[in-house]
């Protein structure tokens, strides 16, 4: 039997449906993956074999069919999962077992998806590399001494390596696409209320979105179907159909789409092979049918500053809940201590580096005095920034840009410089604040250091279907031009 | 000119409830003093004729029937608790004076 790890989503699907293979023998092929390679990968916190093993035995067992049963998925640790360990990559939470599984749970199961386990990331999804992990860091499969993109590096890291065909990632300021640049795979955030939030560890609520990262478009449409749509728990979810991302997927037709190339999101500061593969794709596109524009979003340099002061003020709120009283670590408690003394021995021995700056970032910008000057100027930057795209989206139907303005960096390369490590989310933001949908997908390997480059593709609020379609061409075409998907060429672990 | 002093982050640490050591108040002052002196660049164009946006979906008032339905156990809800006593969280002292 061909190598079951190797195949997709969508191959999966249909050798289980045919029964060329179990659903138990897929996901046994899965976790001994995981077995071979992820001392080395380090993208898992915790493999759930007994779970997965069994939810796969219901699917052989005909309990479950439709387009992902028996297809296994590894879940980012910032998503609830009844009864197992979910850490979010934090001392804080270390040993917690939630006691109600995530909406995107739920429905997984209800596709019948068989969930292999926990995947590492950035403490409480802070940071561009997964060195933030309080679990050490996870590698970059094509370099096994670069970062594999953050904050669901772990997530990127398991699709690129082969350990799992699909995955969930979260995004809240690029932490699905960045990391999907940087590992040669598809990311994509949802419109922001498109995929339900309930039983997601809130980092910045107003920002955070689940969506899925896999190896092809389709996969990643698949799985987004699954996971999209109202749902009554997430009073910010929209009560709207999901668009027919499958169908868009599969369309392959790009001719007369209007494709805006954002003139802000390139020059200085990028690296030569990564513009280079960027303007290469754009071209194709053009061959394509596709309708190329230049289109200028001049707020957009704005964009990563206003994120640092709304994020960290969202997050130094949200972050308040680990008090050390009802759930997760508490330090220092000696019956003489107060519950203020031991809130603060906890919270210092339980956050990491980047969370606490982030808090106390964020508790700044919130501060009288400041909150004007701070918080109150970000807000208005993120209006700007929404009327630079609806500006945009009146004259094209799609922006694109480089997903990441370099290829992955070396392990400890940022680590001690924030600004620097800030800069990696450069082009995914803008999508955050504006709440629309957004993908990333691999269109090459940089010529200067072999290492994947990422395509960023940005709709409208609830088009997400347009990244599905440009997404879809642009694979096929790129596919034909290279012979083999790009993951082909990664070394082997 | 630094915006952010050394004394200033362990006020901010105090009211984030964050014992932090003397070294990381030194690397924090010095560090939160480059973030901000860089973020601080969004009141070049944030006008007043600007109005702020805090969410990108604008909702108000979600309501759903007000109906009994299942919720977690008071074993389920203690299960992730640091100490519990009598089926409540124990909270380390709470009151100033001495017990």
């Keep these: 039997m061909a190598d079951l790890t190797r195949l997709t989503a969508t191959e999966l699907a249909a050798t289980i449906a045919t029964k060329d293979a179990s659903a138990v023998e897929v996901a046994q092929a899965h976790l001994d993956r995981i077995a071979a390679v992820d001392e080395r990968v380090h993208a898992f916190l915790h493999v ?220 200085e500061g990028y690296q030569a092979g990564v513009e280079q593969r960027f303007r290469e794709a754009v071209a194709l596109l053009e061959q394509l049918g596709a309708e190329v524009h230049e289109v200028s979003c001049p707020h957009f340099e704005y964009a990563l500053p206003a994120y640092y002061l709304i994020l960290p003020s969202e997050c130094s709120s949200n972050l308040a809940r680990f008090d050390s009283i009802r759930y997760g670590l508490r330090v220092g408690d000696d019956g003489e201590r107060s519950a203020e003394e031991v809130m603060a021995l906890t919270r210092e021995a339980g956050f990491g580096a980047e969370a606490k700056r982030r808090i106390m970032l964020g508790t700044y910008a919130l501060s009288s005095g400041y909150y004007d000057a701070y918080y109150g100027s970000a807000q208005k930057v993120r209006t700007l920034i929404t009327r630079d795209f609806e500006a945009a989206f009146a004259k094209v139907d799609v922006l694109v840009s480089p997903t990441t303005p370099t290829t992955a960096f070396r392990i400890g390369e940022r680590i001690d410089d924030p600004m620097a490590m800030y800069l990696a989310d450069l082009c995914t933001i803008p999508s955050n604040l504006a709440g629309n949908a957004s993908m990333s997908l691999p269109v090459g390997l940089a010529p200067e250091d072999g290492l994947p480059v990422g395509l960023q593709v940005m709709a409208p609020p609830m088009a997400d279907d347009r990244l599905y379609l440009l997404g879809g061409a642009l694979e096929e075409a790129l596919l034909g031009s290279w012979g083999a998907p790009i993951l082909e060429g990664a070394p082997a672990l | 000119m630094s915006t952010i002093t050394r004394d200033e982050v362990a006020h901010l640490a105090r009211l984030a409830r964050l014992q932090l050591t003397d070294d990381e108040l030194d690397t924090y002052a010095a560090q939160l003093d480059v973030i901000i002196s860089s973020v601080a660049r969004v009141s070049e164009v944030a006008g007043e004729d600007v109005p702020p946006t805090s969410h990108s979906v604008p909702l108000t008032n979600v309501f759903r029937p007000d109906e009994p339905r299942p919720g977690l156990t008071a074993e389920e809800a203690l299960a992730g608790a640091p100490a519990v006593e009598s089926q409540r969280f124990r909270v380390p002292r709470i009151l100033g004076e001495e017990v």
């Design chain 1, 48 to 267: 759930d074999a007994e779970g997965a093993l069994a939810q796969a035995k219901r699917v052989d067992a005909g309990e479950i069919s439709g387009p992902l049963a028996g297809v296994p998925l590894a879940l980012k640790d910032l998503i609830t999962m009844r009864g197992i360990p979910t850490t979010c990559g934090s001392r804080i939470l270390e040993g917690w077992r939630p006691p109600y599984d995530a909406t995107v749970v739920t429905r997984l199961r209800d596709a019948g998806v068989v969930i292999l386990g926990k995947t590492n990331m950035d403490e409480f999804a802070m940071g561009s590399s997964t060195e933030h992990s309080a679990f050490g860091p996870t590698h970059n499969p094509w370099d096994l001494d670069r970062i594999p993109g953050g904050s669901g590096g772990g997530s990127a890291a398991a699709v690129a390596a082969f350990e799992a065909p699909i995955a969930i990632g979260t995004d809240t300021g690029g932490s699905i696409r960045q990391p999907g640049a940087v590992t040669g795979t598809v990311g994509v955030k949802p419109t922001y209320g498109g995929v339900s939030r309930y039983g997601l560890v809130a980092l910045a609520s107003s920002l955070d979105q689940a969506g899925p990262c896999a190896r092809t478009v389709e996969d990643a449409a698949l799985l987004h179907a699954v996971i999209g749509g109202h749902d009554p728990l997430d009073s910010t979810s929209i009560d709207a159909p999901v668009p027919d991302v499958v169908a868009a997927a599969r369309r392959k037709d790009i001719k007369g789409l209007k494709v805006g190339v954002v003139r802000e999101l390139q020059g």
